[in-house]
C-alpha cells in the first residue's frame, strides 16, 4: 500500500509528494518539525508537540498557516487514511517557496507536509541487551548561538557527530557542550542513573528538552525516585551505573557501554527496566 502524503491540506500519493526546489527548507534548512508517536490509534502527547511546533516556528519568524487546531485534525486524518494504529508521524513546515537568497522575508506561502509510517530506530534485541555509544568530537551548537529549543530542520550539527558513530560503528554519539559538559546525543536525550539517583543534562547545557524526555523524569518523581537536572561530564558517564537514552522514536533504550567502557554491569539496570515498564504502561493508558 503506497503511503498517503498531507501536503498543505491535501492527501497526496507518496511517490506524487513533491517540494520545491527552490524551497528555503530545501535551499537553506529554514523551517521546523516535529516527530510523534502513535500508540493504541492515538497521537502520544500531541498537544505537547504540536505547541513545541508553533513556538519553534514563532522563534523563526515563521507563520504558520494553520491553526493548531487544523493541524491537529491533519494528523488524524493522516493516519486515519494510511491505516495506522501504530505508526510515527513526522510533521514539518518550511518557509516556502523563495528566490535565491537568505532573506526570511520574500518566501510565499509556507509548505507544511504530514507523513506517517512505521518505525524502528533500534533492533530488539538491543532493548534487552542494550547499546554501545560513543563520545562524538563533534561539539553540540551552544545555547547562546541557536537556542536548542527551536526543533529546526538544520541537523547537520547531529549528523557529523552521527557519522562518527556510524564510523565507530556503533549506533548514537554521545554530543558535548562548548563546554566540555555532556548535551545529548545525536537524536536522544541522555539520563544516567548514580546511586539511586536519576540525572540528565539541563536545558542550560544546550539539549533539546524532549517530550519523552519529561515524561521520564515526571514518571520516575512519581515512582519516588530522586532527580536532577545537572551538569555532567564524561567522568560521570563512565561511572554511572546505568545510563539510558531516551527519544520519541527510540523511546527508552539503555546503553551499556560508553566509548569502550562497561556502564555497571553491562546490562539492562533495574531502574532502567522500571522506568521502561512505567512508560509502556502510560501509553496504553493514555
Not at 12 to 25: R, S
Amino acid at each position: 500500500m503506497e503511503r498517503l502524503i498531507w501536503m498543505n491540506g491535501q492527501l497526496v500519493p507518496a511517490q506524487q509528494a513533491k517540494i520545491d526546489v527552490w524551497d528555503h527548507g530545501v535551499l537553506y534548512g529554514d523551517g521546523v518539525f516535529e516527530g510523534l508517536r502513535q500508540y493504541h490509534g492515538r497521537v502520544f502527547r500531541k498537544a505537547a508537540h504540536l505547541r513545541r511546533l508553533f513556538d519553534s516556528a514563532r522563534a523563526l519568524r515563521l507563520q504558520l498557516p494553520y491553526s493548531l487546531e487544523q493541524l491537529s485534525a491533519a494528523l488524524d486524518q493522516t493516519l486515519a487514511a494510511n491505516g495506522l494504529h501504530e505508526g510515527y508521524i513526522r510533521l514539518v513546515a518550511t518557509r516556502g517557496r523563495s528566490d535565491l537568497g537568505i532573506s526570511p522575508l520574500n518566501p510565499s506561502r509556507p509548505m507544511v507536509f504530514i507523513i506517517a509510517d512505521t518505525i524502528q530506530l533500534y533492533p530488539q534485541e538491543m532493548y534487552h541487551n542494550g547499546m554501545a555509544i560513543i563520545t562524538a568530537s563533534t561539539v553540540r551548537t551552544g545555547p547562546h548561538m541557536l537556542s536548542p529549543r527551536i526543533k529546526s530542520l538544520n541537523y547537520l550539527n547531529n549528523i557529523m557527530a552521527k557519522a562518527e558513530a556510524c564510523d565507530a560503528g556503533v549506533p548514537e554519539a554521545v554530543m558535548l557542550n562548548h563546554l566540555g559538559f555532556v548535551a545529548e546525543c545525536t537524536a536522544d536525550n541522555i539520563f544516567i542513573v548514580r546511586q539511586g539517583r536519576l540525572q540528565t543534562p539541563g536545558e542550560e547545557a544546550g539539549i533539546l528538552a524532549g517530550i519523552t524526555r519529561g515524561v521520564v523524569l515526571d514518571l520516575a518523581r512519581a515512582a519516588g525516585i530522586a532527580t536532577a537536572e545537572c551538569n555532567l561530564t564524561r567522568y560521570d558517564l563512565y561511572t554511572a551505573d546505568e545510563c539510558f537514552l531516551t527519544g520519541t522514536g527510540a523511546e527508552i533504550i539503555a546503553v551499556t557501554r560508553i566509548d569502550q567502557r562497561l556502564v555497571g554491569a553491562g546490562t539492562v539496570g533495574p531502574v532502567t527496566r522500571q522506568l521502561t515498564e512505567a512508560f509502556q504502561a502510560l501509553v496504553r493508558e493514555e
